[in-house]
């Protein structure tokens, strides 16, 4: 399928990467149901940015785990490249995560022991990359974060900014080809806000990747292609961003 974007008076053919049809997931707590998403369909293009926002509550980040394979929906269809990630088991869900997705988290997830460095090459050796050249390949990727002095620094010696450069750093070091981030800069003051959305899309666009970021800072959807408002677990309406700061390429 194909999904048409305006961009600023331009219309931009894209190719689905991401496909969600009749998209459901109910949680039990007791006797008690709760509706998290409710019939969500929506197509993702590649290249695209998107940005899923909403209350505490809409469902939104349970929708961006459903892409990134984190959970199984209760019903429906997640299909990513071609490929239903709701018919794979555990294993397979963590080898198309290795493959295939990059991600930025509001917490920064660093482990406290590893330097910059070695939090970053760690997501090569899963990969089996040779110690030699994951770690020349993760400092470059620090370097492109502005973080080329602090490769041996570990997250108590980073400030929050330097951390979450050190997250982004890790989610594209090996070249995924959709990036999420849940609440990246939740963290975060204004300016470094800013300076890291700036980072997240333009390294996205460098390498033709699919952005999906999560957020309830409508300041941040002013990057996005389309916004996809969520309210009680369903798409209330999608936005359309012509003045998106960010084009596709």
Same mark, same amino acid.
């Given at each position: /399928?194909?999904?048409?974007?305006?961009?600023? +008076? @331009?219309?931009? +053919? %894209?190719?689905?990467?991401?496909?969600?049809?009749?998209?459901? &997931?109910?949680?039990? /707590?007791?006797?008690?149901?709760?509706?998290?998403?409710?019939?969500?369909? %929506?197509?993702?293009?590649? &290249? @695209?940015?998107?940005?899923?926002?909403?209350?505490?509550?809409?469902?939104?980040?349970?929708?961006?785990? /459903?892409?990134?394979?984190?959970?199984?929906?209760?019903?429906? =269809?997640?299909?990513?490249?071609?490929?239903?990630?709701?018919?794979?088991?555990?294993?397979?869900?963590?080898?198309?995560?290795?493959?295939?997705?990059?991600?930025?988290?509001?917490?920064?997830? %660093?482990?406290?022991?590893?330097?910059?460095? =070695?939090?970053?090459?760690?997501?090569?050796?899963? *990969?089996?990359?040779?110690?030699?050249?994951?770690?020349?390949?993760?400092?470059?990727?620090?370097?492109? !974060?502005?973080?080329?002095?602090?490769?041996?620094?570990?997250?108590?010696?980073?400030?929050?900014?330097?951390?979450?450069?050190?997250?982004?750093?890790?989610?594209?070091?090996?070249?995924? *080809?959709?990036?999420?981030?849940?609440?990246?800069?939740?963290? %975060?003051?204004? +300016?470094?806000?800013?300076? !890291? /959305?700036?980072?997240?899309?333009?390294?996205?666009? @460098?390498?033709?990747?699919?952005? !999906?970021?999560?957020?309830?800072?409508?300041?941040?959807?002013?990057?996005?292609? *389309?916004?996809?408002?969520? *309210?009680?677990?369903?798409?209330?309406?999608?936005?359309?961003?012509?003045?998106?700061?960010?084009?596709?390429?």
């Amino acid at each position: /399928m194909l999904d048409f974007i305006c961009i600023e +008076k @331009e219309v931009v +053919k %894209l190719e689905d990467l991401i496909q969600l049809r009749n998209l459901r &997931k109910i949680y039990k /707590m007791g006797d008690e149901k709760i509706i998290a998403l409710d019939n969500i369909d %929506l197509d993702i293009g590649k &290249k @695209e940015f998107v940005c899923l926002i909403g209350t505490s509550g809409s469902g939104k980040s349970t929708l961006l785990n /459903m892409m990134a394979g984190l959970e199984k929906p209760t019903r429906g =269809e997640i299909i990513i490249n071609e490929m239903h990630l709701e018919k794979m088991d555990e294993k397979q869900l963590a080898k198309f995560r290795q493959l295939n997705i990059g991600f930025v988290f509001q917490s920064y997830n %660093l482990i406290p022991t590893l330097t910059a460095l =070695e939090n970053v090459s760690l997501v090569l050796t899963f *990969r089996g990359v040779p110690k030699s050249s994951r770690d020349k390949v993760a400092a470059k990727m620090l370097k492109n !974060v502005g973080l080329g002095n602090r490769l041996h620094h570990k997250p108590s010696e980073m400030s929050g900014g330097q951390q979450q450069r050190v997250s982004i750093a890790r989610a594209f070091v090996s070249n995924p *080809r959709i990036v999420f981030a849940d609440e990246p800069t939740g963290n %975060l003051d204004t +300016k470094t806000t800013y300076e !890291v /959305m700036d980072l997240i899309t333009g390294m996205a666009k @460098e390498y033709s990747q699919t952005l !999906v970021i999560v957020t309830h800072d409508v300041e941040i959807s002013g990057y996005a292609h *389309r916004v996809i408002h969520l *309210r009680d677990g369903s798409i209330e309406r999608i936005d359309i961003n012509k003045s998106s700061k960010e084009e596709i390429g």
